[in-house]
């Protein structure tokens, strides 16, 4: 009978802190190119943000999903999940927007809103079922 190789065992704090570090700086640096972009295409800046938001809550689904059934994944969370999604999407430019959008258009601003928590959630519930399959 075959053995069974151990799973790898998760990231040391140091190393965490590592992956973190990296997959923020991806994460950070892709809103950032997604809000010039949009910029420069005369669009804006918050439906940028609202695309970040709601593509690192699949991200974030997927990875926590997939990290429940394999633990080599789970070596890489902290780079995908903390890091990655985490810089990727943004809450403090998600309340600005709202806010601005608010005082301009109020009933877009509700849009963002809805759109943001129900897209968002239901894109993380997405992700978390693709993961765990």
Not at 28 to 52: F, H, T, Y
Not at 74 to 80: I, W
Not at 106 to 111: D, E, G, M
């Amino acid at each position: 009978m075959p053995t069974r190789r151990p799973d790898p065992a998760p990231p040391a704090p140091s190393a965490a802190r590592l992956q973190v570090a990296l997959g923020g700086a991806l994460g950070a640096s892709l809103r950032v190119a997604a809000i010039l972009a949009v910029g420069a295409a005369g669009g804006p800046r918050a439906w940028a943000v609202l695309s970040a938001n709601l593509a690192g809550a699949l991200l974030l689904g997927v990875v926590v999903g997939r990290a429940t059934r394999s633990a080599r994944l789970a070596r890489f969370s902290p780079l995908l999940g903390a890091g990655l999604a985490g810089a990727l999407t943004s809450f403090s430019s998600l309340v600005v927007d709202l806010a601005q959008l608010g005082i301009a258009q109020p009933a877009v601003a509700v849009t963002y809103a809805v759109v943001s928590l129900l897209g968002g959630t239901l894109l993380a519930y997405v992700g978390l079922r693709r993961g765990r399959r």
